[in-house]
């Protein structure tokens, strides 16, 4: 008998309402050309319904959910990979249950947030946005521009807490820059600190120290408002924070407080606490703060990146090659999924 394709699906939500592609730059044409590969959209789901699964290999996921109930019984899925690097759509427990990988795409973020977080640095030390207001307003405008002399960076102090994926890169694309490093990571990998310059501290002394903190940890219990109104207060008068994690980390009043006071010189946020914010949240007043909605990391290149990335998963899976990325990395030593593996060689 001849062997079922193998099968991969993109979840609806990879497709806008007139049925064009939500991320144009997310190059599936791999996957359409692999001979013995057949590749479909679901239809739009809020929460992948089991059925849906029934027949198929490699789920490629955007933001439908992924819960126990989605998994089917006869336990043909072998892997739910996430369009980015944020997991919490996904049931990660059922899935290890389940002998399913659950895959995400750091490679794919690593270069565009890192980005990201040096394009608020160069914004807020040049003082880029109140020069474009006053550029705008003419002759009286331009008599101001003594008034926003910014901050040369040679010498001066990049903090970061947390040094993984995109930490690390952050200070990689700043070595040019001539600035100190300096961060605190629990678990970090000291070869990677000691190549780049790093010198590891305290979590307050990255806040006592640092002319730019920047924050590039994950969202957990443990760093639920770690930056908090006590580490703010450590922060030199003329420092910046930098969020392009997630909002929660840090508490978004005492944060609005200390900006308010100018206890701090200002912020770059790419995250908040609530997402959208509500249009009058005092945080979105002030005239020390460069926002962006969560998107300051998205480009063609970063879509792109992140799709190659999936298509290289479900490309090395159909192989019967363990794919990059894996979060349940328990899963690989499971003998369901060495069977499945197995199976596809
Ligand atoms: N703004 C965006 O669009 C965007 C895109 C991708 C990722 N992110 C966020 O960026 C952050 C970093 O992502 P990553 O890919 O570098 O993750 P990562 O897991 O590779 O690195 C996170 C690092 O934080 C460290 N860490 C954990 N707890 C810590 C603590 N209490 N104090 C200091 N360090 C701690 C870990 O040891 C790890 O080295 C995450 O919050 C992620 O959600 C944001």
């Known amino acids: 008998m001849a062997k079922a394709p193998f099968k991969v699906v993109l979840s609806g939500d990879f497709k806008k309402a007139d049925g064009s592609p939500t991320f144009p730059d997310f190059d599936i044409s791999p996957l359409l050309d692999q001979p013995g590969l057949d590749c479909r959209f679901l239809e739009r789901v809020d929460e992948i319904r089991a059925e849906q699964m029934a027949d198929v290999d490699a789920l490629i996921l955007l933001t439908s959910r992924f819960t126990k109930n989605s998994i089917h019984p006869n336990g043909r899925l072998a892997m739910v990979a996430r369009f980015g690097v944020g997991y919490d759509s996904v049931d990660v427990q059922a899935c290890t249950a389940a002998g399913i990988a659950v895959v995400i795409t750091p490679d794919g973020v690593r270069r565009p947030v890192a980005v990201a977080i040096l394009t608020f640095m160069l914004a807020l030390s040049g003082r880029m946005m109140v020069k474009d207001l006053i550029t705008r307003d003419g002759p009286a405008g331009w008599a101001k521009k003594s008034d926003h002399m910014g901050v040369g960076l040679i010498g001066r102090t990049l903090g970061s807490v947390g040094i993984g ?18 961060a605190h990571d629990p678990y970090a990998n000291v070869e990677v600190a000691r190549s780049l310059g790093i010198e590891l501290v305290t979590l307050d002394e990255v806040f006592r120290r640092a002319d730019f903190v920047t924050v590039n940890c994950p969202l957990s219990d443990s760093t639920r408002h770690l930056v908090n109104a006590e580490r703010l207060a450590l922060m030199r008068p003329t420092a910046f924070l930098i969020n392009t994690a997630r909002g929660p980390i840090v508490d978004q009043k005492a944060l609005t407080k200390a900006l308010q006071e100018r206890r701090i010189a ?36 970063c879509f792109a990146g ?21 979060v349940n990395k328990e899963v690989l030593a499971s003998p369901v999924w060495r069977k499945r593996l197995e199976s596809f060689r």
């Open 165 to 182: 994926n995109i930490g690390a890169e952050m200070f990689r694309m700043a070595m040019p820059l001539d600035m100190k490093f300096i």
């Open 266 to 301: 200002g912020a770059g946020l790419d995250v908040l606490d609530k997402e959208p914010p509500d249009a009058d949240d005092p945080i979105l007043k002030l005239d020390n703060v460069i926002f962006a909605p969560h998107a300051l990391c998205w480009t063609d290149q």
């Open 306 to 326: 992140i799709g190659a990335c999936d298509v290289r998963a479900a490309l090395d899976l159909m192989q019967g090659k363990e794919p990059t990325g894996v």
